[in-house]
């Protein structure tokens, strides 16, 4: 029966490949912080596409600049100029304060291009042997899907059965200097962290950590690459996460919320130097810096230059974390801003599917491994906090 409304769970458990395990729920629709159901049922967002939603969905800014864009040009690729591009990337290093920027799609090709470009770099410019780069990672990491980023994670499920590994990588565990320091050698590229390590749960490290890798990296020659594609661009209530340290890094990976909500947009920003050793030829990708992209990573910098969402994040930050550690049955509660990881008590939910739970209550928000991990969208409201904080004390108590 063409007219019937298909049963769309049904459809996609026959024709998609089954790497996800999703919540039995259809969204057909979502504005801000709130997302519908194809039953009509309204759900306050507190995953926010694991920051990829940090201004909310469809903000009506970004949206727009998508339309206006769309009626114009949306593909050119980078073998032409297009009139959106540069102004791109000088908006972009602006507002992090870098100097140049290598445009890409996810959050997993820019980190794996700051490692190949931080390779470039070694051989080019520390002179080591051609082949012999290595890059240090931290332990608990999560850097994204492809071959090499699956083969410098720990999780074995990530890694069960995908390999053989991309070699050249030394993982030592996060937020452990000395580890660090007993690690680096003369044909250490790179350190590669995220500031705070977000599928961890929402791991912040000791005070002076990442100063004292900085340190390392300018004692040793090595560049240090901070992985902000979930933790960057307001999550935190900075513009980069980095910045809460007043550290820099040589080289950024970007994404998720870069596109605006809206599609996959991220980027590799930093020195110039660095992301001079590749040259013409050497790296590029089809959809990298193409015109809608750069028109939606513009209103993105527009949003993100106004300073409103960091100062939301911080402010409404602090209430969530302080309703978040009055509740019963949480152990601890990490993070920074409107972002916080929740340990979750042991044996507190036992034969509770604590995700489906929440849903039931309106709020979408995932358990994973006995914490929560929860993100709004930086648009949120102190009673749509307090909604959303409600539901998880009824869950957990
Ligand atoms: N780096 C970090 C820190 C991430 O959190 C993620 C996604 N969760 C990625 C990289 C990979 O991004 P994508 O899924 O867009 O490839």
Not at 269 to 274: E, F, K, M, P, S
Not at 300 to 329: I, M
Request: glycine share 12%.
């Amino acid at each position: 029966d063409a007219t019937a409304t298909p049963d769309h769970i049904a459809v996609s458990d026959r024709w998609a490949a089954h790497n996800y395990h999703p919540l039995p729920i259809v969204l057909t629709h979502a504005e801000g912080a709130w997302a519908t159901g194809q039953d009509g049922r309204r759900y306050l967002d507190f995953v926010a596409g694991y920051s990829a939603l940090n201004f909310g969905h469809r903000h009506p800014e970004i949206v727009a600049a998508a339309k206006d864009q769309l009626d114009r040009l949306t593909l050119t690729g980078r073998s032409f100029h297009n009139d959106q591009f540069g102004l791109f990337c000088r908006e972009l290093a602006e507002l992090t304060g870098t100097e140049t920027v290598l445009p890409a799609n996810t959050g997993a090709e820019a980190v794996e291009s700051a490692v190949k470009v931080a390779r470039k770099w070694a051989y080019q410019v520390k002179g080591v042997p051609d082949g012999a780069a290595e890059i240090i990672v931290a332990g608990a990491n999560f850097h994204g899907r492809t071959t090499t980023m699956v083969s410098i994670s720990t999780d074995r499920t990530a890694r069960n059965e995908f390999g053989p590994f991309t070699p050249g990588f030394t993982v030592v565990p996060f937020g452990d200097i000395d580890a660090l320091r007993a690690a680096v050698n003369p044909n250490t590229a790179a350190i590669l962290l995220e500031p705070i390590q977000g599928e961890a749960g929402v791991v912040v490290p000791a005070k002076g950590y990442l100063a004292d890798v900085r340190q390392l990296c300018d004692d040793t020659g090595t560049l240090f690459l901070a992985d902000e594609v979930q933790c960057g661009l307001a999550r935190t209530g900075t513009t980069l996460a980095l910045d809460h340290e007043g550290v820099r890094a040589d080289l950024y990976a970007l994404g998720k919320s870069l596109g605006g909500g809206l599609m996959p947009v991220s980027a590799v920003v930093g020195r110039a130097d660095v992301l001079g050793a590749l040259k013409p030829g050497e790296h590029g990708s089809t959809f990298g810096g193409n015109p809608l992209a750069c028109a939606v990573g513009r209103a993105v910098v527009r949003l993100l230059a106004t300073g409103e969402f960091q100062e939301r994040s911080r402010e409404l930050g602090t209430y969530l974390h302080s309703r978040l550690g009055e509740l019963e049955g949480v152990t601890e509660v990490r993070g920074r801003g409107l972002w916080a990881g929740v340990q979750i008590a042991e044996g507190r939910t036992t034969g509770v599917n604590v995700s489906e739970a929440l849903a039931g209550r309106g709020l979408l928000c995932k358990e994973n491994q006995g914490h929560l991990r929860v993100a709004p969208p930086l648009v949120i409201t102190r009673e749509e906090i307090d909604f959303g904080v409600d539901a998880i004390a009824d869950v957990l108590g």
